[in-house]
């Protein structure tokens, strides 16, 4: 037999007698974690605690939160954390995912969805697709918090079935005239940028073909009006409306009819972005609800024990898959069934742990838990449904 | 980056984990073969047999049963992955009693031995064990206490007169009992040992908060052919047919203080320490179980047609699948995350309980939805996925039942 790897003698013989006198190890962090982006997340965790958290409930009364928040995390260096360097980021995606994770005990997911739809689901196409004009126009006032993009897919009758969109895109001297409708944009009331799923063509053999992006400017004929939502109050959702909006060429975000790309790139980086924040609003209920628990007059019931135990390892398990995927996507390895399954196990998850702590508040819970709850339903249909997750896995499996 | 990289799923690609290397990846080659070779074509005999000793000799000649072990001893010296790796390759002998009967030998009889054993016990039964020339079980659960720890009654009483211990008392559910050549055996020396102590749980998550309930336990490696050792009855059980569990009873067993492994009054500590590498073994077992008995349902889904098409084609089914998958993969996921802490140096407790309890339940509960998926097929011994679902059940109980998981975890929230 080959003779087997070898690498530091196992810990199993390092750790005898335990119970006595060995003080525990200190735990290093998962990979793709470094112990720099454990540096990174206290100094973000800081941050999310002082300068978003306290202003939490006004925002969420409000139904909006100011555009100085996107300069704030601008001016800390944490919006572009995962674009390159030339662009005023840092190039390093797990940095990204740390935010992600830390953005989710700002105490409201609507701020949360807001600021993380800008930076990391309606610029990555910029950066990924766009020409290097597009990029100096758009992306790098964007992570500098100076223009706000929003990305425009959805339609009040295309929701999962992207191909069937049909907000039109007439081409004309010049460029384009667009006409239609966007349902669902998150931060497409503020944008001011709003990068846009258009029909360029009619295709009879393949309703994906056809498909463009344009990145259409706040102007004459585009309006936006805010929906009333379940939770994630603070985020200025948005109807959006086009009515004969001319788009120069100049704006046609990478090739014409090749959009379904574009709207396939970017999924796995927004599912892993729901996978880390759901991770990142599970892990804060749990702590509030295990301060609220040691706290309290009375102790622990075993019930209470037992559940608290089961939200922890719902907690872990979520963890440990969203970074295996995670650690795949930044190697830059096709990830798309860990990223779905990651996305799939967590939505669920930290909806039925959040419900798990409210239901252990009983009367106590506080404003932020109930919050927390409604925000985190949107997990399961947000991003991909739940069931549009198991149809790729199903189909992924060759069913 | 132009659309043209724009990466596409390739379901087909290597999925390695990270935790893995090529050499990884060799062993589990060589170790399938293997196994699909020359222990699968046993397995419905096996059933009504009990796998045969001859499987520990030859696994011993091939080097399987020592991979993670030292070298001195006759192991691969491998790292803690090697042993993950084998206990997801033998899976596919679809023969869950005999994954168990080898986990007793590789991954919860020897581990105390190398841990704590004086060079001659070492040499006495961990080489040998290593060989596959001698077969070990372990001796924790009674009949009166299973995962009260603590309340373990059998007694090892020192005689003055000769420094040697005699042993009385009785152990139950012993994987290997009959077989095997020598017991790791969990006694009280202290009669006092327990008898504060009710909640074994509290025990494990804060074995230093109150230590003194805890002292008192000691552990013997008794050979199972000395004097007062008795096999009592095989004990026949819902699934795991293929491994031998005992019911054994201990009479005046004279044994000399070499007998002794590791200190005298620290068993439970030493037991409890054991119980990690075990659960965490375990739960790799109950992953690749849960895989195999997926692997053969998908194939079987594929295959037969319902009302004009593949029934694996039906929404509801391919969204099964895609539910199983989800938690296959998150249960493995945990178990190499929980894995890598440990080969760093870690002793990750909670997360071992996790992945334990994790794995376990969602083994049990694949084993039941591919049985729904087969139908009456499913329900019938000939498609051997009644047996998966019979197997696999033990993992909620094994190592710590669910709800002792469960305590554990949550008292190591101070709960």
Redesign the interface.
């Known amino acids: 037999m080959a003779r087997p790897p070898t690498r530091e003698p196992p810990p199993i013989f390092g750790h005898i007698g335990r119970g006595s006198t060995e003080p525990p190890t200190e735990p290093r962090p998962i990979p793709p974690f470094t112990p720099e982006h454990e540096r990174l997340r206290a100094e973000i965790r800081e941050f999310v605690q002082t300068r978003l958290r306290p202003h939490a409930d006004e925002w969420e009364q409000a139904e909006w939160f100011p555009n100085d928040a996107f300069r704030w995390l601008a001016e800390a260096g944490y919006l572009g954390l995962r674009f390159p360097a030339e662009y005023g980021g840092r190039g390093d995606p797990v940095a990204a995912a740390v935010l992600c994770e830390e953005l989710a005990r700002c105490g409201s997911g609507g701020v949360a969805a807001g600021l993380g739809a800008h930076a990391g689901i309606a610029l990555p196409p910029i950066w990924t697709f766009g020409s290097e004009e597009q990029k100096q126009r758009y992306l790098v006032p964007g992570l500098k918090g100076e223009k706000i993009a929003a990305l425009a897919i959805t339609e009040p009758d295309a929701g999962s079935d992207v191909a069937s969109i049909r907000t039109r895109a007439r081409r004309v001297d010049g460029g384009y005239v667009v006409d239609g409708a966007k349902m669902f944009i998150t931060g497409g009331v503020r944008a001011d940028v709003l990068v846009t799923a258009v029909r360029t063509a009619e295709s009879d053999d393949s309703r994906h073909r056809g498909i463009s992006f344009l990145i259409i400017d706040r102007g004459p004929g585009v309006s936006a009006a805010p929906l009333g939502k379940l939770g994630w109050h603070a985020s200025d959702t948005a109807e959006i409306a086009f009515d004969d909006v001319f788009v120069p060429a100049d704006n046609l975000l990478g090739a014409e009819d090749g959009g379904f790309y574009l709207v396939m790139a970017n999924f796995q980086w927004e599912r892993l972005v729901m996978a880390l924040g759901a991770i990142g609003g599970m892990q804060a209920c749990f702590e509030a609800t295990l301060r609220f628990v040691r706290g309290r007059d009375g102790g622990c019931s075993q019930s209470v024990r037992h559940q608290l135990a089961e939200i922890a390892m719902e907690i872990e398990a979520g963890r440990d898959v969203t970074y295996a995927a995670l650690q795949r996507f930044v190697a830059g390895q096709e990830a798309v069934r860990e990223v779905t399954i990651a996305k799939l196990k967590t939505q669920r998850a930290a909806f039925e742990a959040i419900d798990a702590c409210f239901q252990i508040h009983g009367r106590h819970a506080t404003p932020e838990l109930e919050r927390a709850l409604r925000d985190a339903r949107l997990g399961p249909i947000g991003g991909g449904t739940d069931e549009v997750m198991k149809e790729i896995l199903g189909r992924s499996l060759g069913l | ?1 132009a ?1 043209a990289d ?6 087909a ?1 290597d999925r390695k ?2 935790i893995f ?1 090529d ?2 990846e ?2 589990r080659e ?1 170790i399938r073969r293997f196994v699909i070779k020359e222990l699968q074509p046993h397995a419905e005999e096996w059933e009504e047999t009990t796998f045969p000793d001859w499987v520990f000799e030859r696994m011993g000649e ?3 049963l020592g ?2 072990k ?1 070298e001195e001893y006759g192991g ?7 042993s993950l790796v084998l206990a997801e390759e033998i899976a596919h002998a679809h023969c869950g009693g005999l994954a168990m009967g080898l986990a007793v030998q590789t991954d919860m009889a020897m ?1 105390p031995i ?3 054993g004086t060079e001659e016990q070492k040499q006495a039964w961990a080489a040998p064990a290593i060989r596959g020339t001698k077969i070990l079980c372990i001796g924790i659960t009674e009949p009166d206490a299973g995962s009260d720890v603590a309340g373990i009654k059998t007694r090892a009483v020192r005689e003055e007169a000769t420094g040697d211990y005699l042993i009385n008392g009785s152990k139950t559910y012993i994987t290997n009992g009959h077989r095997a050549h020598a017991i790791v055996l969990v006694t009280k020396t202290d009669p006092e040992a327990g008898s504060r102590m009710t909640r074994a749980a509290h025990d494990e998550a804060r ?2 908060a109150e ?1 003194a309930p ?1 002292e008192g336990f000691t552990l013997f490696i008794v050979p199972m052919d000395t004097e007062g050792v008795i096999r009592e009855k095989r004990l026949k059980k819902l699934g795991m047919h293929a491994s031998d569990t005992a019911l054994l009873a201990f009479q005046d067993v004279r044994v000399p203080a070499s007998a002794v492994l ?2 005298v009054g ?1 068993g439970f ?2 037991i ?2 054991e119980l990690q ?1 075990e659960r965490l073994i375990g739960a790799a077992g109950a992953v690749a179980g849960a895989q195999h008995v997926f692997d053969r349902t ?1 194939q079987y ?2 295959e037969r047609k319902a009302f004009g098409r593949s029934i ?2 039906f ?1 509801v ?3 099964k ?3 199983m ?2 938690k296959i ?3 493995r ?2 178990v ?3 894995a ?9 407790v ?2 071992i309980t ?2 334990k ?2 794995a376990a339940r969602i083994a049990v509960e694949v084993a039941d939805e591919c049985i729904q998926i087969h139908g009456g097929a499913g329900y019938m011994q000939e498609y051997g996925i009644e047996r998966s679902w019979r197997d696999l059940r033990l993992n909620r109980i094994g190592a710590g039942t669910d ?1 002792i ?7 190591s ?3």
């Open positions: 980056m659309s724009v990466l596409k799923p390739d379901f690609t984990h990270f290397n050499d990884h060799q062993l060589s091939l080097g399987f991979l993670d030292p691969q010296g491998g790292d803690y992955y090697t581990p190398l841990a704590f074995p230093d230590r805890h590791g200190q620290k500590y030493h409890m320490w590498g998908l889904a594929k694996g084609h929404q089914i391919r969204h699948f895609a539910e998958a989800t993969e998150t249960a996921q945990m190499y995350t929980t890598w802490r440990f080969q760093n140096g870690e002793y990750p909670r997360e996790m992945a309890l994790y709800e998981m469960l305590d554990v975890i949550g008292r929230y101070g709960l």
